[in-house]
Protein backbone atom coordinates (compact mmCIF):
# COMPACT_ATOMS: atom_id res chain seq x y z
CA UNK A 1 0.00 0.00 0.00
CA UNK A 2 1.75 3.05 -0.88
CA UNK A 3 -0.14 5.92 0.67
CA UNK A 4 -1.86 6.92 4.30
CA UNK A 5 -5.49 6.45 2.30
CA UNK A 6 -4.98 3.30 1.26
CA UNK A 7 -3.36 1.46 4.36
CA UNK A 8 -5.67 3.29 6.76
CA UNK A 9 -8.69 2.34 4.71
CA UNK A 10 -7.73 -1.55 5.21
CA UNK A 11 -6.49 -1.21 9.15
CA UNK A 12 -10.09 -0.17 9.40
CA UNK A 13 -11.30 -3.24 7.75
CA UNK A 14 -9.48 -4.69 10.31
CA UNK A 15 -6.37 -5.96 8.02
CA UNK A 16 -3.62 -7.37 10.25
CA UNK A 17 -1.15 -7.01 7.32
CA UNK A 18 -1.88 -3.26 7.04
CA UNK A 19 -1.58 -2.88 10.73
CA UNK A 20 1.55 -4.19 10.88
CA UNK A 21 2.92 -2.22 7.84
CA UNK A 22 1.64 0.85 9.55
CA UNK A 23 3.76 -0.19 12.33
CA UNK A 24 7.10 -0.81 10.50
CA UNK A 25 6.50 2.42 8.08
CA UNK A 26 6.05 4.94 11.07
CA UNK A 27 7.81 2.62 14.39
CA UNK A 28 11.25 4.55 13.47
CA UNK A 29 10.02 8.00 13.71
CA UNK A 30 7.87 6.90 16.84
CA UNK A 31 11.63 6.09 18.70
CA UNK A 32 13.39 9.37 17.75
CA UNK A 33 10.01 10.95 19.38
CA UNK A 34 10.10 8.83 22.34
CA UNK A 35 14.07 9.19 22.92
CA UNK A 36 14.00 13.04 23.38
CA UNK A 37 11.74 12.61 26.18
CA UNK A 38 12.53 9.30 27.98
CA UNK A 39 15.97 8.99 28.12
CA UNK A 40 16.26 5.11 29.37
CA UNK A 41 15.78 3.29 25.47
CA UNK A 42 14.08 0.39 27.06
CA UNK A 43 11.02 2.22 28.96
CA UNK A 44 11.03 4.18 25.34
CA UNK A 45 10.57 1.03 23.47
CA UNK A 46 7.12 0.10 25.54
CA UNK A 47 5.96 3.66 25.27
CA UNK A 48 5.99 2.93 21.57
CA UNK A 49 4.59 -0.55 22.24
CA UNK A 50 1.74 0.98 24.37
CA UNK A 51 2.12 4.11 21.59
CA UNK A 52 1.38 1.83 18.69
CA UNK A 53 -1.80 -0.38 20.88
CA UNK A 54 -3.31 2.66 21.46
CA UNK A 55 -3.19 4.09 17.65
CA UNK A 56 -4.46 1.01 16.29
CA UNK A 57 -7.17 0.59 18.78
CA UNK A 58 -8.65 4.42 18.07
CA UNK A 59 -7.63 4.69 14.63
CA UNK A 60 -11.28 4.35 14.39
CA UNK A 61 -11.76 7.96 15.52
CA UNK A 62 -8.93 9.51 13.10
CA UNK A 63 -10.44 12.21 10.59
CA UNK A 64 -8.20 11.51 7.44
CA UNK A 65 -6.93 15.08 6.19
CA UNK A 66 -5.01 14.47 3.22
CA UNK A 67 -1.36 12.92 3.01
CA UNK A 68 0.72 13.64 6.12
CA UNK A 69 -2.49 13.64 8.51
CA UNK A 70 -1.92 10.15 9.84
CA UNK A 71 1.78 10.36 10.46
CA UNK A 72 1.48 13.65 12.02
CA UNK A 73 -1.39 11.83 14.33
CA UNK A 74 0.71 9.02 15.29
CA UNK A 75 3.86 11.25 16.06
CA UNK A 76 1.02 13.28 18.47
CA UNK A 77 -0.41 10.24 19.96
CA UNK A 78 3.85 9.10 20.88
CA UNK A 79 4.65 13.01 22.13
CA UNK A 80 1.33 12.66 24.37
CA UNK A 81 2.59 9.18 25.41
CA UNK A 82 5.89 9.84 26.42
CA UNK A 83 5.02 12.62 28.14
CA UNK A 84 3.24 11.10 30.32
CA UNK A 85 5.42 8.67 30.85
CA UNK A 86 7.88 11.32 32.20
CA UNK A 87 5.38 12.95 34.45
CA UNK A 88 4.35 9.85 35.89
CA UNK A 89 7.81 8.34 36.13
CA UNK A 90 10.17 11.63 36.84
CA UNK A 91 9.80 14.67 39.18
CA UNK A 92 9.48 17.96 37.04
CA UNK A 93 12.25 19.66 38.21
CA UNK A 94 14.71 22.96 37.22
CA UNK A 95 18.27 23.91 37.89
CA UNK A 96 19.69 26.83 38.85
CA UNK A 97 22.98 26.85 37.93
CA UNK A 98 22.72 27.66 34.38
CA UNK A 99 26.11 27.72 32.26
CA UNK A 100 26.66 31.21 30.69
CA UNK A 101 25.72 30.98 27.15
CA UNK A 102 28.48 30.89 24.70
CA UNK A 103 28.67 34.04 22.52
CA UNK A 104 28.45 32.09 19.24
CA UNK A 105 25.77 29.66 18.32
CA UNK A 106 27.00 26.56 17.33
CA UNK A 107 26.00 25.12 14.12
CA UNK A 108 23.31 22.16 15.19
CA UNK A 109 23.32 21.29 11.68
CA UNK A 110 26.52 19.43 12.12
CA UNK A 111 25.72 17.83 15.28
CA UNK A 112 24.12 14.24 14.15
CA UNK A 113 20.58 14.05 15.03
CA UNK A 114 21.18 10.58 17.37
CA UNK A 115 23.47 12.72 19.36
CA UNK A 116 21.37 15.90 19.16
CA UNK A 117 18.14 13.58 20.26
CA UNK A 118 20.36 12.13 23.33
CA UNK A 119 21.63 15.45 24.42
CA UNK A 120 18.03 16.90 24.66
CA UNK A 121 16.90 13.24 26.62
CA UNK A 122 19.79 14.76 28.87
CA UNK A 123 18.38 17.69 29.66
CA UNK A 124 16.54 17.74 33.62
CA UNK A 125 12.92 16.80 33.24
CA UNK A 126 11.36 20.51 33.14
CA UNK A 127 13.40 21.72 30.50
CA UNK A 128 13.55 18.71 28.57
CA UNK A 129 9.58 18.82 29.00
CA UNK A 130 9.04 22.64 27.75
CA UNK A 131 11.56 22.52 25.01
CA UNK A 132 10.29 19.23 23.31
CA UNK A 133 6.63 20.59 23.84
CA UNK A 134 7.34 24.33 22.23
CA UNK A 135 10.05 23.78 19.56
CA UNK A 136 8.60 19.99 18.56
CA UNK A 137 4.63 20.09 19.53
CA UNK A 138 4.60 23.49 19.12
CA UNK A 139 2.27 24.10 21.41
CA UNK A 140 2.45 27.84 23.26
CA UNK A 141 3.29 28.67 26.50
CA UNK A 142 -0.48 28.96 27.86
CA UNK A 143 -0.88 25.31 26.76
CA UNK A 144 2.59 24.43 28.54
CA UNK A 145 2.14 26.21 31.33
CA UNK A 146 -1.13 24.33 31.78
CA UNK A 147 0.14 21.13 31.19
CA UNK A 148 2.88 21.21 33.44
CA UNK A 149 1.18 23.33 36.34
CA UNK A 150 3.47 26.46 36.02
CA UNK A 151 3.36 29.99 35.02
CA UNK A 152 2.92 30.84 31.50
CA UNK A 153 5.94 33.25 32.66
CA UNK A 154 8.00 30.63 33.72
CA UNK A 155 7.53 28.55 30.47
CA UNK A 156 8.83 31.75 28.77
CA UNK A 157 11.93 31.99 31.06
CA UNK A 158 12.55 28.31 31.49
CA UNK A 159 12.62 27.59 27.31
CA UNK A 160 15.47 30.41 27.16
CA UNK A 161 17.32 28.31 30.21
CA UNK A 162 16.45 25.02 28.11
CA UNK A 163 18.15 26.61 25.28
CA UNK A 164 21.08 27.68 26.93
CA UNK A 165 22.12 24.38 28.66
CA UNK A 166 21.70 22.75 25.13
CA UNK A 167 23.50 25.15 23.46
CA UNK A 168 26.43 24.74 25.99
CA UNK A 169 26.44 20.87 25.14
CA UNK A 170 26.36 21.36 21.39
CA UNK A 171 29.29 23.51 21.77
CA UNK A 172 31.48 21.18 24.28
CA UNK A 173 30.43 18.37 21.20
CA UNK A 174 31.73 20.65 17.99
CA UNK A 175 34.84 21.68 20.00
CA UNK A 176 35.26 18.19 21.38
CA UNK A 177 34.67 16.71 17.36
CA UNK A 178 36.75 19.37 16.06
CA UNK A 179 40.09 18.35 17.84
CA UNK B 1 19.23 34.57 17.08
CA UNK B 2 15.59 34.71 18.13
CA UNK B 3 14.09 32.09 19.90
CA UNK B 4 11.57 31.05 17.04
CA UNK B 5 14.27 30.98 14.38
CA UNK B 6 16.58 28.34 16.86
CA UNK B 7 13.20 26.55 17.37
CA UNK B 8 12.43 26.18 13.58
CA UNK B 9 16.57 25.15 12.97
CA UNK B 10 16.68 22.54 15.74
CA UNK B 11 12.66 21.09 14.72
CA UNK B 12 13.48 20.69 10.97
CA UNK B 13 17.17 19.13 11.73
CA UNK B 14 15.59 16.52 13.47
CA UNK B 15 12.21 15.84 11.95
CA UNK B 16 13.24 13.40 9.56
CA UNK B 17 15.60 11.23 12.11
CA UNK B 18 14.62 7.85 12.90
CA UNK B 19 15.94 5.21 15.00
CA UNK B 20 14.70 1.48 15.04
CA UNK B 21 14.00 -0.25 17.92
CA UNK B 22 16.55 -2.42 19.36
CA UNK B 23 13.35 -5.34 19.86
CA UNK B 24 10.71 -6.42 17.75
CA UNK B 25 7.45 -4.39 19.27
CA UNK B 26 4.84 -5.93 17.15
CA UNK B 27 4.87 -8.88 18.95
CA UNK B 28 3.56 -7.33 22.07
CA UNK B 29 1.26 -5.13 19.95
CA UNK B 30 -0.69 -8.24 18.31
CA UNK B 31 -0.87 -9.81 21.80
CA UNK B 32 -2.29 -6.45 23.14
CA UNK B 33 -4.81 -5.93 20.24
CA UNK B 34 -6.19 -9.64 20.43
CA UNK B 35 -6.86 -9.13 24.38
CA UNK B 36 -8.66 -5.59 23.69
CA UNK B 37 -10.97 -7.59 20.94
CA UNK B 38 -11.55 -10.03 23.43
CA UNK B 39 -12.21 -7.55 26.49
CA UNK B 40 -14.76 -5.48 23.96
CA UNK B 41 -16.35 -8.21 23.49
CA UNK B 42 -17.23 -9.00 27.23
CA UNK B 43 -18.01 -5.35 27.69
CA UNK B 44 -20.88 -5.48 25.25
CA UNK B 45 -22.11 -8.71 27.06
CA UNK B 46 -21.72 -6.94 30.50
CA UNK B 47 -23.34 -3.47 29.26
CA UNK B 48 -26.43 -6.13 28.66
CA UNK B 49 -26.72 -7.39 31.45
CA UNK B 50 -26.81 -3.81 32.96
CA UNK B 51 -29.93 -2.81 30.62
CA UNK B 52 -31.52 -5.70 31.97
CA UNK B 53 -31.12 -5.01 35.78
CA UNK B 54 -31.96 -1.41 35.32
CA UNK B 55 -35.67 -2.65 33.38
CA UNK B 56 -35.52 -5.47 36.34
CA UNK B 57 -34.88 -2.85 38.71
CA UNK B 58 -37.35 -0.65 37.04
CA UNK B 59 -39.95 -2.94 37.08
CA UNK B 60 -39.59 -3.39 40.65
CA UNK B 61 -39.45 -0.21 41.87
CA UNK B 62 -42.48 0.90 40.06
CA UNK B 63 -44.04 -2.21 41.62
CA UNK B 64 -43.11 -0.94 45.51
CA UNK B 65 -44.78 2.44 44.70
CA UNK B 66 -48.23 1.11 43.24
CA UNK B 67 -47.93 -1.27 46.36
CA UNK B 68 -47.29 2.11 48.41
CA UNK B 69 -49.67 3.83 46.64
CA UNK B 70 -52.73 1.03 48.43
CA UNK B 71 -51.35 0.98 51.35
CA UNK B 72 -53.10 3.67 53.03
CA UNK B 73 -56.70 1.58 52.44
CA UNK B 74 -55.33 -1.70 54.25
CA UNK B 75 -54.70 0.73 57.83
CA UNK B 76 -58.28 1.06 57.86
CA UNK B 77 -59.73 -2.84 57.30
CA UNK B 78 -56.98 -3.79 59.81
CA UNK B 79 -59.03 -1.05 62.00
CA UNK B 80 -62.40 -3.24 61.38
CA UNK B 81 -60.85 -6.64 61.75
CA UNK B 82 -60.65 -7.24 65.67
CA UNK B 83 -64.13 -5.85 65.89
CA UNK B 84 -65.77 -9.24 63.95
CA UNK B 85 -63.25 -11.73 66.42
CA UNK B 86 -66.72 -12.09 69.17
CA UNK B 87 -69.35 -11.96 67.43
CA UNK B 88 -68.66 -13.36 63.64
CA UNK B 89 -65.99 -16.34 64.43
CA UNK B 90 -68.81 -18.37 62.80
CA UNK B 91 -69.21 -16.15 60.01
CA UNK B 92 -68.19 -17.23 56.52
CA UNK B 93 -65.28 -15.29 54.35
CA UNK B 94 -68.27 -14.61 51.67
CA UNK B 95 -70.27 -13.57 54.43
CA UNK B 96 -67.02 -11.26 55.83
CA UNK B 97 -66.76 -9.93 52.38
CA UNK B 98 -70.27 -9.12 51.85
CA UNK B 99 -69.34 -6.87 55.37
CA UNK B 100 -66.61 -5.94 53.65
CA UNK B 101 -68.62 -4.22 50.82
CA UNK B 102 -70.77 -2.04 53.10
CA UNK B 103 -69.41 1.73 52.46
CA UNK B 104 -70.34 2.18 55.99
CA UNK B 105 -67.66 0.00 57.57
CA UNK B 106 -64.59 0.69 54.20
CA UNK B 107 -64.30 4.85 54.05
CA UNK B 108 -62.08 4.63 51.04
CA UNK B 109 -63.33 2.91 48.15
CA UNK B 110 -61.43 -0.91 48.13
CA UNK B 111 -60.72 -2.84 45.43
CA UNK B 112 -62.47 -6.00 45.53
CA UNK B 113 -59.05 -7.78 45.92
CA UNK B 114 -58.80 -6.07 49.25
CA UNK B 115 -61.70 -6.91 50.07
CA UNK B 116 -60.77 -10.29 49.41
CA UNK B 117 -57.30 -10.14 51.24
CA UNK B 118 -59.11 -8.47 54.30
CA UNK B 119 -61.13 -11.75 54.68
CA UNK B 120 -58.47 -14.33 54.59
CA UNK B 121 -56.78 -12.01 56.79
CA UNK B 122 -59.65 -12.14 59.17
CA UNK B 123 -59.55 -15.68 58.84
CA UNK B 124 -56.04 -15.28 59.86
CA UNK B 125 -57.22 -13.18 62.90
CA UNK B 126 -60.30 -15.86 63.82
CA UNK B 127 -57.83 -18.94 63.65
CA UNK B 128 -54.90 -17.46 65.46
CA UNK B 129 -57.19 -15.89 67.90
CA UNK B 130 -59.77 -18.91 68.27
CA UNK B 131 -56.70 -20.90 71.00
CA UNK B 132 -56.68 -18.23 73.58
CA UNK B 133 -60.47 -18.53 73.51
CA UNK B 134 -60.21 -21.85 74.44
CA UNK B 135 -57.50 -21.77 76.54
CA UNK B 136 -59.37 -18.90 78.61
CA UNK B 137 -62.50 -20.26 79.75
CA UNK B 138 -61.87 -19.28 83.86
CA UNK B 139 -61.63 -15.70 82.89
CA UNK B 140 -64.42 -13.71 85.20
CA UNK B 141 -66.05 -12.06 82.41
CA UNK B 142 -65.66 -12.83 78.25
CA UNK B 143 -66.47 -9.25 77.59
CA UNK B 144 -63.31 -8.48 79.40
CA UNK B 145 -61.37 -9.88 76.47
CA UNK B 146 -63.17 -7.57 74.37
CA UNK B 147 -62.32 -3.70 74.06
CA UNK B 148 -64.52 -1.74 75.03
CA UNK B 149 -65.93 0.80 72.58
CA UNK B 150 -64.42 3.76 73.84
CA UNK B 151 -60.97 2.22 74.01
CA UNK B 152 -58.69 4.66 72.24
CA UNK B 153 -56.70 1.24 70.55
CA UNK B 154 -57.24 0.55 67.21
CA UNK B 155 -56.12 -3.25 67.38
CA UNK B 156 -58.99 -3.51 69.42
CA UNK B 157 -61.90 -1.16 68.30
CA UNK B 158 -64.53 -2.25 67.16
CA UNK B 159 -66.63 0.28 64.34
CA UNK B 160 -70.27 0.57 64.72
CA UNK B 161 -72.32 1.77 61.83
CA UNK B 162 -72.76 4.77 63.66
CA UNK B 163 -69.22 4.84 63.82
CA UNK B 164 -67.57 4.67 59.79
CA UNK B 165 -67.74 9.15 59.56
CA UNK B 166 -65.27 8.94 62.60
CA UNK B 167 -62.94 6.60 60.94
CA UNK B 168 -63.05 8.11 57.51
CA UNK B 169 -62.29 11.42 59.37
CA UNK B 170 -59.15 10.31 60.81
CA UNK B 171 -58.14 8.92 57.64
CA UNK B 172 -58.51 12.18 55.83
CA UNK B 173 -56.72 13.79 58.71
CA UNK B 174 -53.82 11.16 58.37
CA UNK B 175 -53.86 12.05 54.21
CA UNK B 176 -53.84 16.18 54.73
CA UNK B 177 -51.40 16.22 57.51
CA UNK B 178 -48.35 18.16 57.15
CA UNK B 179 -45.59 16.12 55.38
CA UNK B 180 -42.74 16.20 57.47
CA UNK B 181 -40.36 14.41 55.08
CA UNK B 182 -39.66 14.23 50.99
CA UNK B 183 -37.58 12.31 49.20
CA UNK B 184 -36.54 13.27 45.32
CA UNK B 185 -34.75 11.73 42.49
CA UNK B 186 -34.57 14.62 40.03
CA UNK B 187 -32.71 15.16 36.37
CA UNK B 188 -31.28 18.74 35.34
CA UNK B 189 -29.91 20.56 32.46
CA UNK B 190 -28.98 24.19 31.78
CA UNK B 191 -31.01 26.31 28.94
CA UNK B 192 -28.63 28.30 27.77
CA UNK B 193 -27.08 28.06 24.05
CA UNK B 194 -26.80 24.46 23.03
CA UNK B 195 -23.12 25.63 21.63
CA UNK B 196 -21.28 28.37 23.12
CA UNK B 197 -18.19 28.68 20.97
CA UNK B 198 -15.40 30.78 21.76
CA UNK B 199 -13.09 31.52 19.39
CA UNK B 200 -9.14 32.85 20.51
CA UNK B 201 -6.58 33.94 18.27
CA UNK B 202 -3.64 32.98 20.03
CA UNK B 203 -1.04 34.25 17.59
CA UNK B 204 -1.67 38.04 18.10
CA UNK B 205 0.58 38.89 21.38
CA UNK B 206 3.29 36.41 20.44
CA UNK B 207 3.50 37.93 17.04
CA UNK B 208 3.84 41.20 19.09
CA UNK B 209 6.71 40.08 21.06
CA UNK B 210 8.41 37.79 18.19
CA UNK B 211 9.43 39.32 15.04
CA UNK B 212 9.93 36.03 12.87
CA UNK B 213 6.49 34.16 13.54
CA UNK B 214 6.85 30.11 12.84
CA UNK B 215 4.19 29.38 10.01
CA UNK B 216 2.52 27.10 12.84
CA UNK B 217 1.71 30.26 14.63
CA UNK B 218 0.08 32.18 11.60
CA UNK B 219 -4.05 31.27 11.85
CA UNK B 220 -3.31 29.25 14.91
CA UNK B 221 -6.65 29.23 16.60
CA UNK B 222 -8.24 27.44 19.98
CA UNK B 223 -11.91 26.85 19.85
CA UNK B 224 -13.54 26.13 23.08
CA UNK B 225 -16.94 24.35 22.75
CA UNK B 226 -18.90 23.32 26.34
CA UNK B 227 -22.10 21.66 26.49
CA UNK B 228 -24.91 21.82 28.65
CA UNK B 229 -24.30 20.73 32.12
CA UNK B 230 -26.51 17.04 33.07
CA UNK B 231 -27.21 16.77 36.27
CA UNK B 232 -28.80 13.84 38.54
CA UNK B 233 -30.14 13.80 42.18
CA UNK B 234 -31.43 12.61 44.92
CA UNK B 235 -33.10 15.18 47.85
CA UNK B 236 -34.55 15.20 51.22
CA UNK B 237 -36.78 17.85 52.31
CA UNK B 238 -37.43 18.98 55.78
CA UNK B 239 -40.78 20.80 56.61
CA UNK B 240 -40.26 23.50 59.25
CA UNK B 241 -43.58 24.68 59.40
CA UNK B 242 -46.90 24.94 57.07
CA UNK B 243 -44.63 27.37 54.90
CA UNK B 244 -40.94 26.51 55.34
CA UNK B 245 -38.63 23.25 54.74
CA UNK B 246 -34.97 22.45 54.29
CA UNK B 247 -33.43 20.57 51.70
CA UNK B 248 -30.17 18.92 51.31
CA UNK B 249 -29.07 15.87 49.04
CA UNK B 250 -26.41 14.25 46.41
CA UNK B 251 -26.30 15.98 43.06
CA UNK B 252 -24.45 14.29 40.13
CA UNK B 253 -23.05 16.69 37.39
CA UNK B 254 -21.38 15.74 34.43
CA UNK B 255 -19.64 18.42 32.21
CA UNK B 256 -18.02 18.08 29.05
CA UNK B 257 -16.48 20.02 26.61
CA UNK B 258 -14.43 20.17 23.22
CA UNK B 259 -11.21 22.44 22.89
CA UNK B 260 -10.05 22.28 19.08
CA UNK B 261 -6.68 23.23 18.27
CA UNK B 262 -6.92 24.72 14.52
CA UNK B 263 -3.14 25.46 12.40
CA UNK B 264 -2.71 24.79 8.81
CA UNK B 265 -3.34 21.04 7.94
CA UNK B 266 -3.94 20.20 11.55
CA UNK B 267 -6.69 20.03 13.92
CA UNK B 268 -6.21 18.76 17.39
CA UNK B 269 -9.15 18.11 19.59
CA UNK B 270 -9.36 17.54 23.11
CA UNK B 271 -12.31 16.10 25.34
CA UNK B 272 -12.81 17.24 28.57
CA UNK B 273 -15.28 15.46 30.86
CA UNK B 274 -15.22 16.57 34.18
CA UNK B 275 -17.83 14.50 36.94
CA UNK B 276 -18.64 16.64 39.98
CA UNK B 277 -20.51 15.64 43.50
CA UNK B 278 -22.71 18.12 44.77
CA UNK B 279 -24.32 18.61 48.20
CA UNK B 280 -27.17 21.69 47.63
CA UNK B 281 -28.71 23.19 51.01
CA UNK B 282 -31.53 25.24 50.47
CA UNK B 283 -34.89 26.81 52.03
CA UNK B 284 -38.13 26.07 50.25
CA UNK B 285 -41.03 28.61 51.11
CA UNK B 286 -44.48 27.10 50.13
CA UNK B 287 -46.86 29.64 48.36
CA UNK B 288 -49.58 27.82 47.15
CA UNK B 289 -51.37 24.43 47.79
CA UNK B 290 -54.63 23.78 45.36
CA UNK B 291 -56.06 20.14 44.72
CA UNK B 292 -52.65 18.54 44.78
CA UNK B 293 -50.96 20.86 42.83
CA UNK B 294 -48.27 23.43 44.45
CA UNK B 295 -46.13 26.17 44.20
CA UNK B 296 -42.98 27.06 45.77
CA UNK B 297 -39.95 29.05 45.62
CA UNK B 298 -36.12 27.77 46.21
CA UNK B 299 -33.36 29.39 46.92
CA UNK B 300 -29.82 28.24 48.15
CA UNK B 301 -26.54 27.00 47.88
CA UNK B 302 -24.17 24.45 46.63
CA UNK B 303 -20.73 22.70 46.84
CA UNK B 304 -19.91 19.82 44.09
CA UNK B 305 -16.47 18.48 44.07
CA UNK B 306 -14.66 17.32 41.08
CA UNK B 307 -14.40 13.41 42.06
CA UNK B 308 -12.98 12.55 38.23
CA UNK B 309 -11.54 14.47 35.36
CA UNK B 310 -10.74 13.18 32.31
CA UNK B 311 -8.97 14.54 29.18
CA UNK B 312 -8.75 12.59 25.89
CA UNK B 313 -6.96 14.18 22.83
CA UNK B 314 -7.80 12.60 19.36
CA UNK B 315 -9.24 9.47 20.70
CA UNK B 316 -6.02 9.07 23.34
CA UNK B 317 -6.70 9.21 27.06
CA UNK B 318 -4.58 11.45 28.85
CA UNK B 319 -3.69 12.27 32.68
CA UNK B 320 -5.74 14.97 34.01
CA UNK B 321 -5.79 17.33 37.18
CA UNK B 322 -9.22 17.59 39.24
CA UNK B 323 -10.84 20.95 39.53
CA UNK B 324 -11.51 22.61 42.60
CA UNK B 325 -14.38 22.93 45.19
CA UNK B 326 -17.28 24.43 43.12
CA UNK B 327 -19.43 27.41 44.99
CA UNK B 328 -22.57 28.06 43.63
CA UNK B 329 -25.87 29.42 44.42
CA UNK B 330 -29.53 29.35 43.28
CA UNK B 331 -32.65 30.38 43.25
CA UNK B 332 -35.93 28.60 41.56
CA UNK B 333 -39.80 28.50 41.12
CA UNK B 334 -40.78 25.32 41.47
CA UNK B 335 -44.31 23.37 40.23
CA UNK B 336 -45.28 20.46 42.18
CA UNK B 337 -48.31 17.88 41.33
CA UNK B 338 -48.99 15.40 43.81
CA UNK B 339 -49.63 12.20 41.70
CA UNK B 340 -50.49 10.08 44.88
CA UNK B 341 -50.02 10.91 48.45
CA UNK B 342 -46.87 9.50 48.59
CA UNK B 343 -45.38 10.94 45.14
CA UNK B 344 -44.81 14.04 43.53
CA UNK B 345 -43.62 15.46 40.32
CA UNK B 346 -42.26 18.56 40.17
CA UNK B 347 -40.67 21.31 38.00
CA UNK B 348 -38.18 23.90 39.02
CA UNK B 349 -37.03 26.89 36.34
CA UNK B 350 -34.07 28.35 38.14
CA UNK B 351 -30.99 30.42 37.93
CA UNK B 352 -27.50 29.52 39.38
CA UNK B 353 -24.35 31.31 39.72
CA UNK B 354 -21.11 29.59 39.85
CA UNK B 355 -18.16 31.35 41.71
CA UNK B 356 -14.90 31.27 40.06
CA UNK B 357 -12.60 28.60 42.07
CA UNK B 358 -9.35 30.01 40.42
CA UNK B 359 -8.58 26.52 38.96
CA UNK B 360 -7.01 27.05 35.44
CA UNK B 361 -9.63 24.30 34.06
CA UNK B 362 -11.93 25.90 31.37
CA UNK B 363 -15.62 24.25 31.78
CA UNK B 364 -19.16 25.46 31.81
CA UNK B 365 -19.21 27.09 35.05
CA UNK B 366 -16.30 29.58 34.25
CA UNK B 367 -17.50 30.26 30.61
CA UNK B 368 -21.26 30.70 31.80
CA UNK B 369 -21.18 31.71 35.21
CA UNK B 370 -24.56 32.91 35.50
CA UNK B 371 -27.50 30.33 33.60
CA UNK B 372 -30.90 29.46 33.77
CA UNK B 373 -31.70 25.65 34.56
CA UNK B 374 -34.73 23.29 34.77
CA UNK B 375 -34.80 20.74 37.39
CA UNK B 376 -37.49 18.05 36.58
CA UNK B 377 -38.02 15.10 39.30
CA UNK B 378 -39.84 12.88 41.07
CA UNK B 379 -40.44 13.58 45.23
CA UNK B 380 -41.21 11.00 47.44
CA UNK B 381 -43.50 11.89 50.44
CA UNK B 382 -43.15 10.34 53.72
CA UNK B 383 -45.19 11.00 56.74
CA UNK B 384 -43.12 10.87 59.34
CA UNK B 385 -46.19 10.84 61.81
CA UNK B 386 -47.21 7.67 60.74
Redo the contacts between chains.
Keep these: MENEQQLLSAIKQGD ?1 TA ?2 QL ?2 RY ?3 A ?2 IG ?2 YIPE ?1 SDV ?1 DV ?2 DS ?3 I ?3 IG ?3 Y ?2 E ?2 LK ?2 IC ?2 VA ?2 AF ?1 FV ?2 HERITFVDNIPDAPND ?1 PE ?2 HIP ?2 V ?2 AMIAKLPPGYRMILNL ?3 E ?1 C ?1 H ?1 EIA ?1 KL ?1 IKESSSSSQ ?2 RA ?1 QLLTKMMTDYIKRHET | ?1 K ?1 EE ?2 E ?3 N ?2 K ?8 D ?2 E ?3 A ?2 DK ?1 ARGHAHLIAMRRWLIAAAIIGIMFGSTYLLWHHEAPTQPQLAVVKPSHHAEQTDKTPEALTAQADDPRMIAAPATEQHIQSAAVEQAMVEEATAIPQKEEPTLPDEKATLPKEDTPSPQAHRPLPAEPKAVYQQTERQQHEPLRLTMGLFAQGNTNDMNSKNGVM ?1 NSN ?1 MLRHTAA ?1 A ?1 LLN ?1 EERESHDQPVSFGLSMGFKLNKWLSVGTGVVYTKLHSTFTTL ?1 P ?4 VRNQKLHYLGVPLNLQAHLLQWHGIGLYLTAGGQADWNIKAEAN ?4 D ?2 M ?1 KDRLQWSVGGSLGVEYRVIPQLSLYAEPGIRHYFDNGS ?1 INNYFKDKPTSFNLQLGLRFNFNTNK
Design positions: RMRYEKGYMSLRLEVQFVTLTAKFDRGGSGWRINKDKQEMEPDLTYVFHSRNGLSR | MQWARLNHLDYQQEPTRLWGIESLQMMRYYMNQQITDGIQVTD
